[in-house]
């Protein structure tokens, strides 16, 4: 079956350091890609999506670029804040909107200090 | 997007006990789901509910033990029964309107 797989946390980067957060998964066909956030005490949220090959999500000064030739969907943030701290999840769906249902990785705990 | 409403938002209950968890949408929408996110763990689908059918499980959940109900299409509740601490987490509902949009969590603790 389907599966992602995320990097460990947590995470503890300095204000205003680069971020790179790994995600890989594991499915058949064309699924689209997501990142979850949830901060302290609130719901998940989507933070970005990508529903093909090669497109790039970007929200918030996140992005990640769907690749399909290494089935991967990298986090990256070019400078984070205190208020990024958080647990952010990878997922995907076999449909362009999760109709059936989202595949979710572990989740990173990105911990950021000023 | 949607607004989903999730109650209650935390409870502790007791072993044995039973607890139903309600999810109101703001707009009809055809599927909603029910994840469970144990502690230090990712979420984990539970169940898809339909209106006019029963939900459907995924592998590990079964009806007896959660019975999800899906009177119309804004509204759904889920119950956790016969509880034991092993059921404590934060359970979500969520729908599909382009995209998927999740509710507050319930937060259950088994004592």
């Known amino acids: 079956g389907d599966s992602v797989t995320q990097m460990e946390g947590p995470v503890t980067l300095s204000e205003e350091a680069f971020l790179t957060i790994n995600c890989t998964y594991t499915?058949?066909?064309?699924?689209?890609l997501f990142w979850y956030v949830q901060y302290p005490g609130e719901g998940l949220q989507l933070l970005l999506k990508?529903?093909?090959?090669?497109d790039k999500g970007s929200n918030k000064g996140f992005e990640a670029t769907y690749r399909k030739e290494t089935t991967s969907f990298h986090l990256e943030k070019g400078s984070v804040q205190v208020s990024d701290s958080a647990v952010y999840f990878c997922?995907?769906?076999?449909?362009?909107?999760?109709?059936?249902?989202?595949?979710f990785g572990k989740g990173t705990h990105l911990i950021i200090q000023p | 997007s949607a607004v989903i409403s999730q109650k209650p938002s935390r409870d502790i209950c007791q072993r044995g006990t039973s607890l139903t968890i309600q999810c109101q949408v703001d707009?009809?929408?055809?599927?909603m789901f029910w994840y469970r996110q144990q502690p230090g763990q990712s979420l984990t689908l539970i169940a898809t509910?339909?209106?006019?059918?029963?939900?459907?499980?995924e592998s590990g959940f079964v009806i007896d033990k959660f019975p999800i109900s899906r009177p119309n299409l804004t509204f759904s509740t889920l119950t956790v029964s016969n509880m034991s601490p092993e059921d404590s987490s934060i359970y979500l509902c969520?729908?599909?309107?382009?995209?998927?949009?999740f509710g507050q969590g319930t937060r259950l603790t088994v004592v």
């Open positions: 707009s009809q929408v055809t599927m």
């Open positions: 990508a529903t093909k090959a090669d």
């Open positions: 509910a339909n209106q006019g059918s029963e939900a459907t499980y």
């Open positions: 997922a995907l769906s076999q449909s362009g909107g999760g109709a059936d249902g989202l595949t």
């Open positions: 969520s729908v599909e309107v382009l995209g998927a949009f």
């Open positions: 499915a058949t066909g064309y699924p689209s």
